[in-house]
C-alpha cells in the first residue's frame, strides 16, 4: 500500500464514521476532535490516523467498516503503518 492508497483509505474511514452517529460520537469522545475538527482536518495524518485507530481499537468497528467499504480487514492496519511513516509495500 502507498501513500496515496493510505490516505484514500483513512478519508473513506472518516466518511464512514461522520455516516454514522454511533462512531462519530466514539471518535469524539475518544480523541477530543470536534466535528469542525474532523472537517479541516481531514487531509491530515494527524486526523487520518486518529480514525484509523479508532476504528482499530474495537474489532466490530473495524469490520463494519471493512463490510462496507470492500477493504480487507488487513487493509486499515496496513494504511496506519504507512501513514505513521512506516514502509510502504505491494500487496
Known sequence: MNKEAAETLAIRAIAHIAGDDELLEGLFAQTGMGLDDLKAGI?????????????????????????????????PARA???????????G
Do not use: K
Open 43 to 75: 487531509t491530515s495524518n494527524e486526523v487520518q490516523l486518529g480514525a484509523i485507530d479508532f476504528l482499530m481499537s474495537h474489532e466490530p468497528f473495524l469490520m463494519r467498516f471493512v463490510d462496507d467499504s470492500g477493504y480487507a480487514p488487513e487493509d
Open 80 to 90: 496506519q503503518i504507512v501513514l505513521s511513516g512506516g514502509p510502504i509495500w505491494q
